[in-house]
């Protein structure tokens, strides 16, 4: 019986040390594409299954993150499962953003433009055209950029810099679908109004909001939130893939995209990923999956599209590497910040439908990166 529960001991060794061995990325399959599909794919089949219990309202800005992912991994496979999954997400909202003047509620909407460019129809996006049409009419004259929860109409600028992944895009895209210039040019309007309030050019990174200005570290050092800048130099990607190459201010978003990238590429650790205070790594310990999804994202999408010099692919591999690492066996990515404003701690367990969606869109990155190096 004794020798009989070595054995059972030693089989168990070895079936972990087996699985260990498959999930574990390395540089030789890094860019190996039906590597990265499989694993993106079991990214999304996780998540779908796997919803936190109080996030069920799938066209908020949690949910539009990871769709944002999900339309592009249909663009590459052709899956209709989830295909089928955008279309129930945009039948059971009607097409239509949660509420009109929050920047977070309108990701949804880009979401279902990327599903128009795939198969044309105009109920997927009449009601954003709408809701749009409302920020052209009001303008938002008078607007003050002061972060204040309590103040009515804080959450109708983009007082924060999360709402530059948010709303730009769907601007943007509809900008490009229907041919009126009016949407693009409110969004370089509005973009460069928080840009200014919120960017620091001596750090070529963004505070959360106003009210960090001024905020230090128990070491004394400026808090730039990992998460939050991920947002915005993922936003700059998505923005910049949907602004036209002739726009006349387009320069400037790139100019912006590599200032920041030049900076992540600097502040990345030696694990390949960012942590969450990105100028003080002693504030909160460890690196997090969210920001680094979405940071590795934008780093790839610069490379892909010539605005980062390709001599940083081995950084871009190597933080794809150790985010497919903190891929378990069933498909859960985990070291997660939850849903936050500033750096805070995380755990191993800890998992979000906007880390997985960012992971998906940095998968499908990494899929056109392969291609361009074989």
Not at 187 to 213: A, G, I, N, P
Request: net charge positive; aromatic share 12%; hydrophobic share 40%.
């Amino acid at each position: 019986m004794k020798r009989l529960s070595i054995c059972i001991i030693l089989l168990s060794v070895g079936i972990n040390t087996m699985f260990s061995a498959i999930t574990k990325t390395s540089k030789t399959n890094a860019l190996d594409s039906a590597a990265i599909i499989s694993k993106i794919k079991l990214v999304a089949d996780w998540q779908l299954v796997n919803p936190e219990p109080d996030n069920s309202e799938r066209s908020n800005w949690l949910w539009g993150t990871f769709y944002v992912g999900l339309v592009e991994l249909y663009k590459h496979t052709g899956d209709l499962r989830y295909w089928e999954e955008l279309t129930n997400v945009g039948k059971q909202a009607r097409w239509q953003p949660l509420s009109a003047f929050h920047a977070d509620n309108l990701i949804i909407s880009d979401v279902w433009a990327s599903m128009y460019d795939i198969q044309p129809d105009e109920k997927m996006i009449d009601k954003s055209r709408f809701v749009l049409d409302l920020h052209l009419r009001r303008n938002f004259k008078g607007m003050d950029l002061t972060f204040d929860e309590k103040a009515p109409r804080t959450f109708e600028w983009w007082t924060w810099c999360d709402a530059l992944y948010m709303a730009p895009q769907a601007f943007a895209h509809i900008s490009n679908i229907t041919g009126d210039k009016r949407y693009l040019q409110f969004m370089d309007k509005y973009w460069w109004k928080t840009s200014d309030h919120l960017y620091s050019q001596e750090d070529s990174l963004f505070y959360r909001d106003d009210s960090y200005l001024n905020k230090r570290t128990k070491n004394g050092k400026k808090i730039f939130w990992g998460r939050g800048n991920g947002w915005v130099i993922g936003g700059l990607a998505r923005v910049l893939n949907l602004i036209p190459a002739n726009y006349p201010n387009r320069s400037k978003f790139e100019t912006q995209f590599q200032q920041m990238s030049a900076k992540m590429l600097r502040l990345q650790q030696p694990d390949g990923l960012w942590g969450v205070s990105l100028l003080d790594n002693e504030d909160v310990k460890g690196t997090e999956t969210s920001a680094s999804a979405l940071i590795t994202h934008a780093l790839a999408w610069g490379i892909n599209n010539g605005l980062i010099d390709r001599k940083y692919t081995k950084n871009v591999i190597q933080a794809w590497i150790a985010l497919t690492n903190r891929v378990n066996n069933q498909g859960r990515l985990g070291y997660v910040q939850q849903v936050g404003a500033a750096p805070g701690n995380f755990t191993e367990s800890q998992y979000q439908v906007y880390a997985s969606g960012s992971y998906l869109l940095l998968g499908c990155e990494m899929l056109k990166l392969s291609q361009s190096i074989k």
